[in-house]
């Protein structure tokens, strides 16, 4: 007599909504299995903040950065004041950092909007400590929910071909070393695949160089106030 052989039907993962598989997943196995939560919302984030997380080591101490992604840890302790800390990781593929939101009882949507397996966009102040770590002191905080339109938009940004960023200087502005060396740093923590066009004007009238390509950015609203920062407003509009 052939013994009965009994088979488990594999549960589809069709059957769960894709964010409670992706909860599933991270608390059984500690990691994404299926996809990463930011897989679909990854452009659209990208247009919204100033950099990656993997660029920030390029960032001076006490910058002020937009960033983005998925909150994957939280906790609040409470100080010796008597005053809750907060705590959270924020991942974006790319790299992590640790955010600290000081009084979180006193901020309001800014402590309520960093819950785990939420994708947020804050903004802060770095604080580089020793050894390398780098961690994001939070001011403000708001979930990160586009729509289905923002998302197309920004993928179809994504995959377009990089227009070159285009700047105009008076030549008499290159030659200052300090604000040579500012220029080339501005570059350095924008790192991307646009190549930057400068248009330099002076009395024998315009010349046009292509920078090379140790200098390509990645434009952002960011890296278009640095550089207006830098080299005043005018200097966009080319």
Not at 112 to 117: F, N, R
């Amino acid at each position: 007599m052939c013994a009965a052989i009994s088979s488990a039907v594999p549960i589809s993962a069709s059957e769960f909504e894709r964010s409670e598989l992706l909860a599933l997943e991270k608390e059984t196995l500690g990691t994404y299995l299926s996809s990463h939560p930011l897989s679909e919302v990854r452009d659209a984030l990208r247009a919204r903040v100033d950099c990656s997380l993997a660029e920030l080591s390029g960032k001076p101490d006490g910058a002020w950065v937009t960033l983005g992604g998925i909150v994957t840890t939280c906790k609040k302790v409470r100080t010796k004041s008597g005053n809750q800390l907060l705590f959270a990781t924020l991942d974006d593929i790319e790299g992590q950092i640790e955010m600290l939101v000081f009084k979180a009882e006193e901020s309001g949507s800014t402590a309520a909007a960093i819950v785990p397996d939420t994708v947020v966009l804050v903004r802060g102040r770095l604080d580089h400590k020793e050894g390398g770590e780098t961690k994001l002191v939070v001011q403000e905080a708001q979930r990160f929910e586009p729509g289905s339109e923002e998302i197309a938009r920004a993928t179809a940004v994504a995959n377009a071909p990089m227009e070159p960023l285009k700047l105009t200087i008076d030549a008499a502005m290159l030659k200052h070393p300090a604000l040579v060396d500012e220029l080339k740093s501005v570059f350095e923590h924008h790192k991307g695949e646009a190549e930057v066009h400068l248009a330099i004007r002076s009395g024998d009238g315009t010349r046009q160089i292509k920078l090379g390509k140790d200098y390509r950015v990645r434009p952002s609203s960011g890296l278009r106030a640095e550089l207006g920062h830098v080299l005043g407003s005018d200097a966009l509009a080319a």
